[in-house]
């Protein structure tokens, strides 16, 4: 027994010292472009060094970054020979071997490499690095970091014990009152380079050498240097003096020359553009992206975001050749983070980090409204709608200092977006845009689908279950509907796009973004602007247009559509909703509004035109403009004005269609197109009947009404107590019975009595005294089954039930 106990403890033992050749060499959290995994990406590495003489076995070893979890990932099953050299990467994808799971952490954190016995064979402590840093152990063993990486090498190049000491700002960036002298906190053995023109700092900037006088908004950069060490990473601060507005702000600053260059510019014109529009060739149609320091300032001016991103030029010919251009930012893993931390959009709150951000200048609607997207999105998320939509934060930016205006902070419509909003794989989406277009996966699931919506009758039940089952018709018609309610003419050939979530599973949606061309943003887009006609005949042939035809001639799916797209525009586009969103956002923007149009040489009033006149207008005339569209393209005589009411108000809910609105509601619904109405009391009261002042006559006792209605008037669904004052007995009971109702005064007691399909089966009155009132009732006008009693006193109703044999 002892003997085998010493022979295993002897085998570990031989393989640990085996394994004690065996060390984590150099590692890089931060791989920019130093090198390439086999599948061409960047991503972090770990390289292990044999620096024994003999070969070493990697079978049975494990590699961690946790150690208490020593196990995370097996190493390959391969051999390391003497003084050799293996690199390995992060990555989900393993197919080589040669990928692990974890990512190391760019602030720092242990590396373990552990036996099959997870003992620990080497443990690297990982400093924090920048990116493209590496650290590694010279030849004492002894880790240092290294600007000039060796993966795969001996660790040849100079190696450092560290950064320079971070300077500090002695006040904090923000809104500031001016003149502010701004000073930095430096370590006694340290030189500081600084500029004020949004270039990064390089050795040869300017030295530190005491507080700067800031007069105007300046952006400050500086780094540390010291002796023997790498450079302090570069600070950034934005002093924003004595401004004034009440929107967030923005403040990106970059070397002058990569954004505002003649020659290579991003923002420029450029040596090769088209003279004409849209000017292809641009510097601003290049996809090429800069780097660039994001910060962020709150509408109180505190800084909630510094870090480096990526920016582009952002969006199509009307939003690029514009003067004022969009932007988008990127957070990108090589600049410190691959996610922008910030909760933008107060409409959103479950968002919290995002990989880009759209800073968007209204695109056609720029210098005019400047809201009318984000009008129609804002209203989207506060009716909750079942869209997916973009959030909306009008700011304030500046670029190197200098003020650039209002910009939309929007989201990115990308495969991100969806993976953020529907907590998704962002890479197992189908997207596509427009006509058939691929974004991401294959074009032959929607293909197959829109081909069988176009060449197949949407009347069918079988053909109609199978669309139902491939999209989502639910968003479908609040997509359409709001996007036709908008007289959007950049649609549904243009601004289009639509996911589902794979191949396998999952329903096609739309995907609603720029509706810049909407609410008469221009001569051809008037108040009265007919979306029927747009979509029937008008893009007559493009997919989304055809979609639509073949869905609405399927008579039930069309009264769906009319009875959502009524039930809107008696709710959230209802004229008083729509007029309170854009006195919302024109409350906004109204004080930066002079600013901005100044900056871009535009006149101020053009604004308050566009949303003091033009949109409140289009506002007030377009639900009625839609209503007449509607009666003419489907054939409809007339609207009714309804008001939808209980008695007593508070003994039920009452569902409209889509909606559950509160008591008394008014709306306007098509006659010929039958609407819903559900009722459900709640505890204590009974359902009684229906009333409707357009037809005196009618009583209707279903607690679901589905009809249409020809005149104007109110809906009433009436409710009885149920109370302990009414009683039959016996119950169930034969052809006789006895009704006990305790009456609280004298006076006239009315005796009805109903079938469950809502007949009234015997009516008859008596006088009443005060007290309890026993009546015979006669039930032999009916078959056995369940009849509802029913005793009308003194205003109120009261009724009860009982079963026949």
Request: net charge negative; glycine share 8%; aromatic share 10%.
């Amino acid at each position: 027994m002892m003997a085998r106990f010493l022979a295993a403890a002897l085998t570990i033992l031989m393989s640990m010292y085996g394994h004690g050749q065996l060390v984590i060499s150099e590692a890089c959290s931060k791989n920019l472009d130093l090198i390439q995994d086999p599948f061409g990406d960047t991503p972090d590495w770990i390289e292990l060094h044999n620096q024994g003489t003999e070969a070493v076995e990697l079978t049975g070893l494990f590699l961690s970054d946790d150690r208490f979890h020593p196990d995370q990932w097996s190493l390959p099953n391969q051999t390391l020979e003497a003084g050799g050299y293996l690199v390995l990467f992060h990555g989900l994808d393993n197919s080589d071997g040669m990928h692990f799971p974890f990512k190391l952490d760019a602030a720092g954190e242990e590396i373990v490499l552990s036996s099959s016995a997870f003992a620990p064979v080497d443990v690297f402590p990982l400093p924090a690095l920048r990116p493209n840093h590496s650290a590694a152990r010279d030849g004492s063993g002894t880790i240092r970091i290294h600007d000039q990486p060796t993966p795969g090498q001996p660790n040849t190049s100079p190696g450092y014990p560290g950064y320079a000491p971070v300077p500090h700002f002695s006040t904090p960036p923000g809104v500031k009152p001016g003149p502010l002298p701004v000073g930095l906190t430096v370590a006694p053995d340290c030189t500081v380079h600084m500029t004020w023109d949004g270039s990064e700092p390089t050795s040869s900037s300017a030295i530190y050498t005491g507080a700067i006088q800031l007069t105007s908004t300046t952006v400050l950069k500086a780094f540390a240097r010291r002796p023997g060490h790498l450079d302090s990473p570069t600070i950034a601060g934005t002093f924003l003096l004595n401004e004034q507005t009440r929107l967030p702000v923005v403040s990106l600053s970059m070397d002058p020359d990569s954004m505002f260059d003649d020659t290579l510019g991003l923002y420029m014109l450029g040596p090769e553009a088209d003279t004409v529009y849209p000017h292809w060739g641009a510097n601003f149609w290049d996809e090429r992206g800069i780097g660039v320091r994001f910060e962020y300032f709150d509408e109180l001016g505190v800084r909630r975001i510094d870090q480096d991103v990526e920016l582009r030029i952002h969006g199509g010919r009307s939003s690029r050749n514009k003067p004022q251009r969009p932007l988008r930012l990127t957070a990108r893993d090589h600049f410190g983070s691959d996610g922008i931390g910030h909760g933008f959009f107060p409409e959103k709150p479950a968002l919290e980090t995002f990989k880009r951000i759209i800073l968007r200048n209204s695109g056609s609607d720029w210098c005019q409204a400047h809201y009318r997207d984000g009008f129609f999105h804002q209203v989207a998320l506060h009716a909750g709608l079942d869209i997916d939509v973009l959030g909306f934060k009008p700011s304030v930016v500046y670029i190197n200092g200098n003020y650039w205006g209002i910009h939309n902070i929007r989201e990115r419509v990308d495969k991100d977006y969806l993976a953020t909003n529907h907590s998704m794989d962002p890479d197992a989406l189908l997207i596509m845009d427009e006509e058939n277009h691929v974004i991401q996966g294959d074009s032959l699931h929607f293909d197959s689908l829109q081909q069988f919506i176009r060449s197949h009758d949407m009347s069918d039940d079988l053909h109609f279950a199978r669309v139902d089952s491939l999209m989502d018709l639910k968003s479908f018609i609040d997509y359409f509907a709001l996007e036709m309610f908008a007289g959007n003419s950049d649609w549904p050939s243009n601004n289009l796009k639509y996911w589902k979530p794979s191949i396998h599973r999952g329903k096609w949606r739309y995907l609603m973004y720029d509706l810049d061309a909407t609410m008469n943003a221009a001569p051809w887009i008037p108040n009265d602007f007919d979306m029927f006609y747009w979509v029937h005949v008008h893009r007559e042939g493009f997919i989304h247009a055809e979609i639509y035809q073949s869905l609405i001639q399927r008579p039930e799916f069309r009264r769906s559509f009319l009875n959502r797209l009524a039930d809107l525009m008696n709710t959230c586009l209802k004229a008083d909703a729509l007029m309170a969103e854009n006195d919302r956002i024109r409350a906004t923007i109204a004080h930066e509004i002079p600013r901005h149009f100044q900056r871009w040489g535009t006149n101020p009033s053009i604004w308050h035109e566009q949303s003091g006149q033009v949109i409140p207008e289009w506002i007030r005339l377009r639900a009625g403009y839609m209503r007449e569209d509607v009666l003419a393209w489907y054939d409809l005589p007339n609207t009714a004005q309804l008001r939808f009411d209980m008695f007593p108000r508070g003994a039920g809910t009452m569902q409209v269609n889509t909606i559950q609105p509160t008591m008394p509601f008014d709306g306007v619904y098509f006659n010929g197109n039958d609407i819903d109405v559900q009722v459900t009391p709640l505890p204590g009261f009974r359902f009684s009947h229906w009333s409707y002042s357009g037809e005196p006559d009618s009583l209707f006792t279903s607690t679901h009404l589905r009809r249409s209605f020809a005149t104007d008037g109110t809906l009433t669904a009436h409710f009885a107590k149920e109370s302990t004052r009414i009683h039959v007995f016996p119950n169930p009971a034969g052809d006789r019975a006895e009704l006990s109702f305790e009456a609280p005064r004298p006076g006239t007691v009315e005796i009805s009595i109903w079938d469950v399909q809502g007949r009234m089966l015997d009516r008859w009155s008596i006088s009443g005294s005060q007290g309890v009132n026993r009546i015979p009732i006669d039930l032999t006008l009916e078959h056995a089954g369940i009849m509802e009693v029913r005793v009308i006193h003194d205003g109120n109703v009261y009724t009860t039930r009982v079963q026949k044999h």
